[in-house]
């Protein structure tokens, strides 16, 4: 998949929040390619969350994605100089844990990269830094909502 102007993608199967503090990206090798080879992309997983249907990676805290919520879109904007992308990822959690709601909450408070996995077990990564990243975790009823957006030069970045 190519970067291009404004894509949707409706089949995020796991999302993973990896605190910036436990993976620092090779810049020098993938800062602004649409593509990062999967060789040279190795994060600590350790303290990571993954809001998914099964743990996309091992050693991440697992909160239960709801089916068919995940959405990611990349909005690229020509008016800001270095074509600024604004990144969103959304989906609903499955909270009915109590101690879901913990890990929900700390998701807002600790920023996070993040690795995006699809439903065709394709993977893609957003970087972010205190700057660029903000999550939102919002309880409506009986629904749970999970919004992160982060602004970056790069955007969605393929894992191939």
Known sequence: MNNCK????DDVMAITAIPVTDFFPS??????????EADLFSPNLTNAI????QAATTGATLIP?????????????????GRLHTVTVTCEADDRDLSVWNDLLSLERTTSHLLLTFRDQSRAF????????????????????????????????MIV
């Open 6 to 9: 404004e894509f949707i993608l």
């Open 27 to 36: 810049t020098a090798t993938w800062q602004l390619t649409p593509t990062i």
């Open 50 to 53: 993954t809001i998914g249907l």
């Open 65 to 81: 994605i709801m089916r068919k919520t995940g959405k990611a879109k990349d909005d690229e904007s020509d008016s800001t100089a």
């Open 126 to 157: 957003v970087q972010a830094t205190e700057d660029t990243y903000l999550c939102n975790v919002e309880r409506d009823g009986s629904k749970t909502s999970v919004a992160f957006q982060v602004q970056n030069i790069m955007g969605i970045q």
